[in-house]
């Protein structure tokens, strides 16, 4: 089925190491996004891309970087990953924002040691 | 700013009860609202939209939702709960069509037997 594919599914790592997440998507979709997701605490942007070659930060950028070098990949990279970035993360895409609805993907859980 | 209240991080309701779920906004315009649904170890789905065409919205699996512009609402209903509705219902609002979505904490419904 079309839609968002995230890699990895689930990923643990250790303090100081670094990952990327893979957020592919098939929709031809503009806008893409990165959340994180804690409980009691909602989804929370990190970082969104409006187009390709673009990028901007959401609400809690730090700690992570994203690139969106072609228009259906965006990647979201960790470069000391710390136990405060223990969370699931969801990338989602749509065609632009505001009433546009949200396709997310299944998400992928991280845990930092 | 727009912003997002959702009231009661746990409902749980009888199987065949009417499920209600509430969410306050905050915005400065009309606001685009959205209801979410997060079945377990998914991502999250459209439940519905509301983007002023009418004030009251409906859904997919019988859920609706009601504007009302005078109390800042968009409560979630469905008259009678089925046990596959337990799940984490995310509301959202975007202020304008060129604003990102605003998550609220979400509630986590569970449906009693």
């Known amino acids: 089925n079309a839609g968002v594919t995230q890699t990895p599914k689930f990923r643990v790592l250790k303090t100081g190491q670094s990952m990327t997440l893979l957020c592919a998507q098939d929709?031809?979709?503009?806008?893409m996004y990165w959340y994180r997701q804690d409980p009691g605490m909602g989804l929370r942007l990190i970082h969104y891309s409006v187009g390709e070659g673009t990028t901007a930060k959401g609400e809690v950028p730090d700690g992570y970087n994203v690139s969106r070098l072609k228009k259906q990949n965006f990647l979201l990279g960790l470069e000391s990953a710390a136990p405060s970035q223990t969370s699931v993360y969801f990338c989602?895409?749509?065609?632009?924002?505001?009433?546009?609805?949200?396709?997310f993907g299944a998400g992928s859980r991280l845990t930092v040691l | 700013a727009q912003s997002v209240t959702q009231l009661g991080s746990h409902v749980s309701v009888s199987e065949g009860a009417l499920v209600l779920l509430r969410c306050n906004y905050s915005s400065s315009v009309p606001p685009y609202l959205f209801w979410y649904v997060q079945y377990p170890n998914q991502g999250l789905q459209l439940l519905l939209k509301?983007?002023?065409?009418?004030?009251l919205v409906k859904g997919i699996n019988d859920f609706e939702a009601e504007f009302k512009k005078s109390e800042t609402s968009f409560h979630l209903t469905k008259p009678s709960a089925h046990m596959s509705d337990a799940a984490e219902y995310f509301c959202?609002?975007?202020?304008?069509?060129?604003?990102?979505?605003?998550f609220g904490e979400g509630t986590q419904l569970t449906v009693n037997p």
């Open positions: 989602a895409s749509s065609w632009f924002s505001g009433a546009n609805v949200l396709t």
């Open positions: 929709m031809n979709h503009e806008y």
């Open positions: 959202a609002v975007s202020e304008t069509s060129g604003s990102r979505l605003t």
């Open positions: 509301y983007t002023s065409a009418a004030t």
